[in-house]
């Protein structure tokens, strides 16, 4: 049996203390870069924080209240002139029509967007953002501002405005891109026209008393359906406006409304039922187009009329 030395403990002791020294030295190394990550990591969402918190200033000073006449010029498409009259914005060119007023205050939001980044513009680095040849160049009354190139990485939009190339969020250039029909009111009638007399082929609606008629009369109908469809026909809006293409009606509508305090008589032209209800508007020389399906419910009233 071998004797102990005693002094190969003190060596195996050794040798443990120096592996748990290295691994301390290790376990406290990978602790301090876990802290100083941490660390990192703490600072930069403060830094995102405050830069969240300060919006960006507004691409212009302007105030939309001052803005009277806007005008879009794009690369061959018409110009498009705006002119507001009262409360009520009106389309001037390229077809004189009522306006928009969602699209136009969409136009009109661009004045306060905010501008991410801005920096000098350099005439001969225009290009690079798009701005030699802008997409949509749009003027309110002495304001001018060009839409270039959208940013490749970021859903913003370079823009010119006072010497200036500023990103702001790509979503308004969409409203300086539209072609001009998204700029006429949809609405069939407008707001404070008030529908007191139809006469569709087949039959005539009238009111008297608040109360509206049918000729020839149907006792099958209820008032609620009769103002059912009174009512559709007074909040009609179309999908689509055009120009009037000078195709000939083949059927006509007269309807009779008061506007303030005055009874005024409009004629619509029946242009087609299928596949798209088409109503042109002679006092406007304008095309209503609805769904063949409103079509039908706009025309029909009877007992079995759909919803």
Same mark, same amino acid.
């Given at each position: 049996?071998?004797?102990? @030395?005693?002094?190969?403990?003190?060596?195996?002791?050794?040798?443990?203390?120096?592996?748990?020294?290295?691994?301390?030295?290790?376990?406290?190394? @990978?602790a301090?870069?876990?802290?100083?990550?941490?660390?990192?990591?703490w600072?930069?969402?403060?830094?995102?924080?405050?830069?969240?918190?300060?919006?960006?200033?507004?691409?212009?000073?302007?105030?939309?209240?001052?803005?009277?006449?806007?005008?879009?010029?794009?690369?061959?498409?018409?110009?498009?002139?705006?002119?507001?009259? *009262?409360?009520?914005?009106?389309?001037?060119?390229?077809?004189p029509?009522?306006?928009?007023?969602?699209?136009?205050?969409?136009?009109?939001?661009?004045?306060?967007a905010?501008?991410?980044?801005?920096?000098?513009?350099?005439?001969?680095?225009?290009?690079?953002?798009?701005?030699?040849?802008?997409?949509?160049?749009?003027?309110?009354?002495?304001?001018?501002?060009?839409?270039?190139?959208?940013?490749?990485? @970021?859903?913003?939009?370079?823009?010119?405005?006072?010497?200036?190339?500023?990103?702001?969020?790509?979503?308004?250039?969409?409203?300086?891109?539209?072609?001009?029909?998204?700029f006429?009111?949809?609405?069939?009638?407008?707001?404070?026209?008030?529908?007191?007399?139809?006469?569709?082929?087949?039959?005539?609606?009238?009111?008297?008393? *608040?109360?509206?008629?049918?000729?020839?009369?149907?006792?099958?109908?209820?008032?609620?359906?009769?103002?059912?469809?009174?009512?559709?026909?007074? @909040?009609?809006?179309?999908?689509?406006?055009?120009?009037?293409?000078?195709?000939?009606?083949?059927?006509?509508?007269?309807?009779t409304?008061?506007?303030?305090?005055?009874?005024?008589?409009?004629?619509?032209?029946?242009?087609?039922?299928?596949?798209?209800?088409?109503?042109?508007?002679?006092?406007?020389?304008?095309?209503?187009?609805?769904?063949?399906?409103?079509g039908?419910?706009?025309?029909?009233?009877?007992?079995?009329?759909?919803?």
């Amino acid at each position: 049996m071998r004797k102990t @030395n005693k002094t190969d403990q003190p060596v195996l002791f050794k040798g443990n203390t120096g592996v748990t020294s290295e691994l301390r030295r290790r376990w406290l190394l @990978n602790a301090g870069l876990l802290l100083l990550i941490a660390a990192l990591t703490w600072v930069a969402m403060q830094r995102s924080e405050q830069k969240q918190a300060t919006p960006a200033p507004p691409l212009t000073a302007v105030s939309t209240s001052a803005i009277s006449h806007i005008r879009i010029e794009r690369p061959e498409q018409p110009d498009i002139a705006l002119e507001k009259t *009262g409360e009520e914005w009106k389309l001037t060119a390229p077809q004189p029509a009522r306006a928009n007023q969602f699209n136009v205050e969409a136009l009109l939001g661009t004045l306060s967007a905010p501008g991410i980044v801005r920096f000098p513009a350099v005439a001969g680095e225009l290009g690079k953002f798009g701005l030699d040849r802008p997409q949509s160049r749009i003027q309110y009354e002495n304001e001018t501002i060009a839409f270039g190139a959208v940013h490749p990485l @970021n859903n913003q939009v370079y823009v010119l405005y006072k010497n200036e190339v500023v990103l702001i969020p790509a979503h308004h250039l969409s409203a300086a891109t539209y072609p001009y029909t998204n700029f006429i009111d949809s609405r069939l009638l407008e707001a404070d026209r008030r529908l007191v007399a139809l006469r569709i082929p087949g039959f005539s609606l009238t009111l008297k008393d *608040g109360v509206w008629h049918r000729q020839p009369p149907d006792k099958k109908l209820s008032s609620d359906q009769i103002n059912d469809f009174t009512s559709e026909w007074q @909040n009609a809006r179309a999908l689509s406006v055009e120009k009037y293409s000078g195709k000939r009606a083949i059927g006509e509508i007269d309807i009779t409304t008061t506007r303030e305090s005055k009874s005024e008589k409009l004629r619509l032209g029946i242009l087609a039922t299928h596949p798209d209800f088409v109503l042109h508007r002679q006092d406007e020389n304008l095309e209503y187009h609805f769904t063949e399906e409103t079509g039908k419910r706009l025309l029909n009233l009877s007992v079995n009329r759909e919803p």
